[in-house]
């Protein structure tokens, strides 16, 4: 396995919401869960409504409860664009 991070940038129509790296990214799309390893296969997913999770570089995790939008992976970047839901 890679000691390589990921790359993540979290953006909404409006504005950027997040971006850092990580280790993991969890999310929901159209063909079910996925979990963003480094070194993951390129992809473009369509969200579903529902969290996505990132677990950080320093090992935190932050968590962001979307109402759809789009995920992309390719060479270790991460793209996720949603609306994010207002608790």
């Known amino acids: 396995m890679s000691n390589s991070k990921l790359s ?3 953006v909404s129509p409006e504005r950027r ?10 999310a929901r799309t159209l063909d079910g869960d996925l ?3 480094a070194d993951h296969i390129s992809l473009l997913g369509v969200l579903v409504p529902g969290v996505v999770s990132i677990k950080t570089a320093d090992g935190s995790v932050v968590e962001f409860d979307m109402a759809g939008g789009f995920l992309s992976v390719n060479k270790n970047q991460v793209a996720i664009l949603g609306q994010e839901t207002v608790k």
């Open 35 to 37: 979990g963003i390893l």
């Open 8 to 10: 993540v940038e979290v």
């Open 17 to 26: 919401i997040w971006s850092g790296e990580a280790t993991l990214v969890s």
